[in-house]
């Protein structure tokens, strides 16, 4: 019985080695034909991708020699999308942007020795022919904003009444400048050249930027290189500094751009571009004490003004009257104060820097120092909503509810605002 039943074991191990010796024949077949479709397939597709691709760049080829651009090196088909636009924006916008040249008559260096006492110490010739001659002394950029030759640039570079002010434009034409209007307190200045049809620069919007886009800046850099293009971003928003001279004159800058971009003297009042082409800001200052961090005012502040001098010619805005600290919690707590926010009206460090002006609206609305403006027409007055910003976008006549808190009590003023005297 054993015998038997090992030889019915036997018997049937034989075909099941069999079925397994032809699975493996069938599965290596399998594997082949699939190794071998796929090599095909392989070649097939990368060659189909391949002439997609290479005749993608010859239909590019074809279409820049067609529209004249054959100054592109196609071995070198790496030029991204951003440096298109900045190559493409600067090309445009370069006519638009000019160069301001200061001249003044400077007395000559011989003149000086026509004095007797002076003389004895000078062992030339003096020149007495003429006692002045006309040198130029400043420069600084700025921009055409209408084909009819209004220009705006920085009121610092324009500010000496005595000197003559020439425009230099891209393609070497040069034309006698006007100023028509400085704004002592956004440093702005409107310019204007006889001459039409000018190309011009487009405003943009810049209450609509954001921390890290990229800007151009295009001026006049150090007076000699001009349309000296540089790039950066926007490094913050809403900025106060304090900006001064080489006179040790000093100026409060509210609400300015912060940008990387490089900004060197000589690019005061030049145009800060966005990668559409449009002017979001005027270059107004540099920190010396640091690299790379120069500011920029808004358009935004600019647009009123140059509309108000092109239908007016000057430039006109509303005004309070009023001297003022914005509060804030440091100021609250060092002058024990009710609240952390609004404008303290408040006397300069002269007698003459009143904290009302006479007769200014403010006094015909009986406020006094040390009252504190919170609101005007609802809006809180603080730090990033100072009481200036929201006045500038009033227009004379108009007349505002302040909330004032006087000695300890809250109290509605209204006030009627009136032209400032520029």
């Known amino acids: 019985m054993n015998m038997k039943k090992i030889e019915i074991e036997s018997q049937n191990k034989k075909p099941i080695k069999k079925k397994n010796k ?83 008559d400077i007395p000559k260096l011989d003149s000086f020795f026509k004095d007797p006492f002076f003389r004895q110490f000078y062992l030339g010739e003096p020149n007495t022919e003429s006692e002045t001659e006309t040198q130029q002394i400043g420069s600084g950029t700025g ?94 928003l809403k900025r106060q500094v ?5 006179l040790g004159q000093t100026e409060i800058l509210d609400e300015v751009i912060q940008t990387d971009a490089a900004i060197n003297p000589g690019n005061s009042g030049g145009p800060l571009f966005n990668l559409n082409g449009e002017v979001i800001g005027i270059n107004v200052a540099m920190a010396q004490s640091a690299e790379n961090i120069g500011f920029t005012i808004p358009v935004n502040q600019v647009k009123d003004i140059y509309q108000s001098v092109k239908e007016t010619g000057k430039i006109v805005r509303p005004y309070l009257g009023i001297r003022y600290i914005i509060i804030n919690e440091n100021i609250q707590k060092m002058n024990n104060l009710l609240v952390d926010h609004g404008a303290l009206i408040l006397k300069g460090n002269s007698q003459s820097d009143l904290a009302v002006i006479p007769g200014s609206p403010a006094d015909k609305a009986d406020l006094t120092e040390y009252d504190i403006i919170l609101e005007i027409d609802g809006q809180e007055v603080n730090e990033r909503n100072t009481l200036a910003k929201i006045i500038r976008k ?29």
Not at 92 to 98: E, G, M, R, T, Y
């Open 143 to 236: 921009f055409i904003v209408d084909s009819e030759g209004y220009i705006i640039t920085n009121k610092h570079v324009v500010e000496d009444e005595e000197a003559d002010y020439s425009v230099l434009l891209n393609d070497g034409e040069d034309y006698k400048a006007k100023v028509l209007a400085k704004d002592d307190f956004l440093d702005l200045a409107i310019l204007k050249i006889e001459q039409k049809d000018l190309i011009t620069v487009k405003l943009g919007d810049s209450d609509k930027l954001n921390i890290g886009q990229t800007v151009i800046a295009i001026g006049n850099s150090l007076g000699e290189f001009n349309n000296t293009v540089s790039k950066g971003i926007i490094s913050g």
């Open 22 to 104: 032809n699975v493996l024949i069938y599965f290596g077949i399998i594997i082949f034909i699939i190794i071998l479709v796929g090599g095909f397939s392989g070649i097939y597709f990368t060659k189909k991708l391949l002439r997609e691709e290479f005749g993608g760049l010859n239909k590019l080829r074809e279409e820049l020699i067609n529209s004249n651009q054959t100054n592109l090196n196609f071995d070198n088909y790496s030029i991204q999308k951003e440096d298109r636009m900045v190559i493409d924006m600067v090309k445009k916008n370069s006519p638009a942007v000019v160069s301001i040249v200061i001249t003044k």
């Open 394 to 422: 009033k227009k004379v006549g108009e007349e505002v509810r302040l909330k004032v808190l006087s000695e300890g009590s809250e109290k509605e003023v209204k006030v009627i605002l009136e032209e400032a005297d520029f």
């Open 242 to 246: 304090e900006a001064g001279n080489s």
